[in-house]
């Protein structure tokens, strides 16, 4: 179907198109039509981070901000999903326009700056899924041949683009203390280019400090709530190897449960030559791939097996997802693919990633 569709959807402008492809999929779901999507995915289940995935292929942070179609895409078969990025505060993000094709490149640049609608939002809509919680559901129950499968749910975090950087701890502490109930797994997001200063936060001594204040408050919730939710940091692609093994000692120092490799980039590497190449903001779809991986191959090094990788960055076929896993990512997550290839991906690199072992 998506083919077909395609030319409809990218006929929009990426902002208007962005939002009636997830009312379409929110409709076509509430209607019982998941399945014109495709097929889902074999079972292939891998424990990560302490928690058992039914299959390595999640969708990326960014694609539903407010959680707002949980259930529509868990039925797209993704072995977990992640919303957000969320803040405390609602912000309406950078002016339009802010998102922009690059299909000559199968690439996206976006300058969003974390639009969403709180974290309070976040969590409601949450609670309204069908399968709320820290669970997801990535079949669709009483369907014959659809496993009814439990999957994971992850949430992103982020600080508003009004706190001083100075209290940003502040930001993701609310946010932290406020999802742990409803989450498998937390994302703390310090890398997305389009926060001013964020990603001074990948810093040795801010992230050192950052890193103490969760790990304190995750065991402190753990306690209060009777179960652990681990912790994830998703890091830039921009980063040098001095960088690299730096943030990996910290990881490591800090007992963090899992590492995001990568969010978008700020180089415009491969996509030079295209009109709207200089826009501003962060760059994501194929070209991100190469610089993904290396980040991915040199944290895998520096890390030695200490803590899990997610692989995200440029995947559109199987045999991006499987480069990945190779590198040393444990599970991989997909989005601007998404929007090349639509939902048979899923399915796509999870089959890969099966048949590669």
């Known amino acids: 179907m998506y083919p077909l569709l395609r030319p409809l959807i990218f006929s929009l402008d990426a902002e208007t198109a962005h939002h009636a492809a997830l009312d379409a999929l929110q409709a076509s779901h509430l209607l019982g039509l998941s399945s014109w999507c495709g097929k889902r995915p074999a079972a292939n289940p891998r424990t990560v981070m302490g928690l058992t995935f039914p299959n390595p292929v999640g969708l990326a942070a960014g694609l539903d901000k407010d959680g707002a179609c949980i259930d529509a895409l868990a039925a797209l078969g993704f072995g977990f999903i992640e919303v957000g990025t969320v803040t405390p505060r609602p912000q309406p993000g950078n002016p339009r326009p802010r998102l922009f094709r690059l299909p000559e490149a199968q690439a996206i640049i976006n300058r969003m700056g974390f639009n969403n609608c709180g974290v309070d939002a976040l969590i409601a809509n949450v609670q309204r899924s069908k399968y709320c919680g820290n669970s997801i559901r990535t079949g669709i129950p009483g369907q014959p041949g659809i496993p ?40 703390v997001n310090i890398s997305s280019p389009n926060t001013r200063n964020l990603r001074q936060l990948q810093g040795a001594s801010e992230l050192d400090a950052l890193l103490s204040q969760l790990k304190a408050e995750q065991e402190s919730l753990a306690g209060l709530h009777g179960k652990y939710v681990p912790l994830a940091l998703k890091i830039a692609p921009d980063l040098d190897g001095e960088q690299i093994r730096q943030i990996a000692a910290l990881l490591v120092r800090h007992r963090m449960d899992g590492v995001i490799a990568t969010n978008t980039t700020l180089s415009r590497e491969g996509v030079e030559h295209l009109p709207q190449h200089a826009e501003a903001g962060g760059l994501s779809g194929a070209p991100v791939r190469g610089k993904s991986t290396a980040v ?10 200490a803590l899990p990788i997610i692989g995200v960055g440029g995947i559109l076929s199987g045999a991006d997802a499987v480069e990945k896993i190779r590198a040393g990512a444990s599970l991989v997550q997909i989005y601007s693919g998404m929007i090349y290839r639509g939902p048979e991906l899923v399915k796509e690199c999870a089959e890969a990633i099966r048949a590669a072992g």
Do not use: S
């Open 148 to 187: 009814d499968q439990p999957g994971i749910l992850g949430i992103n975090i982020g600080k508003n683009a009004d706190t001083p950087m100075e209290r940003a701890a502040d930001d993701y502490l609310i946010c932290l203390r406020k999802v742990y109930p409803h989450a498998g797994y937390v994302a």
């Open 296 to 305: 991915i191959r040199e944290l895998a090094a520096a890390l030695d097996g």
